[in-house]
């Protein structure tokens, strides 16, 4: 598995952007698919964007299309979510994912096997 530690995350008004970055180490992070989820106070983690391990093929939550964009940069082992038009909804604690031989489809879903950091608090006011 890799390790994975997560930053960025902060209190923005309605509208504003942030980005997400998510630092790996511990094993070839290039063969490993990523992927964000978020989780609001009381309810279930959900999934947010994915990405494949050549940067490739993206899937991203309706709720999410057309305002996050998932990217990586395997030369710094780093994953990115840039998040714009930012919404009181998006409040959450964000995570990055990751596994081993998987495409970015797969990543959609949990399994216990993947890698995750601790979380990064995102804070949307109105």
């Known amino acids: 598995q890799v390790q994975l530690v997560e930053s960025g995350g902060g209190l923005v008004q309605a509208g504003g952007s942030l980005t997400l970055s998510c630092a790996a180490s511990g094993r070839t992070f290039s063969n490993y698919a990523v992927g964000w989820f978020r989780q609001a106070p009381g309810e279930e983690r959900r999934f947010v964007a994915a990405?494949?391990?050549?940067?490739?093929?993206?899937y991203y939550a309706d709720s999410v299309k057309g305002r996050f964009t998932i990217s990586r940069d395997n030369a710094k082992n780093t994953v990115y979510l840039q998040m714009n038009s930012l919404k009181p909804e998006d409040t959450a604690v964000y995570s990055c994912v990751a596994r081993s031989g998987a495409n970015a489809q797969a990543m959609t879903g949990l399994n216990p096997d993947d890698s995750w950091g601790q979380g990064t608090q995102v804070t949307v006011s109105s």
């Open positions: 990405l494949s391990w050549n940067g490739a093929y993206t």
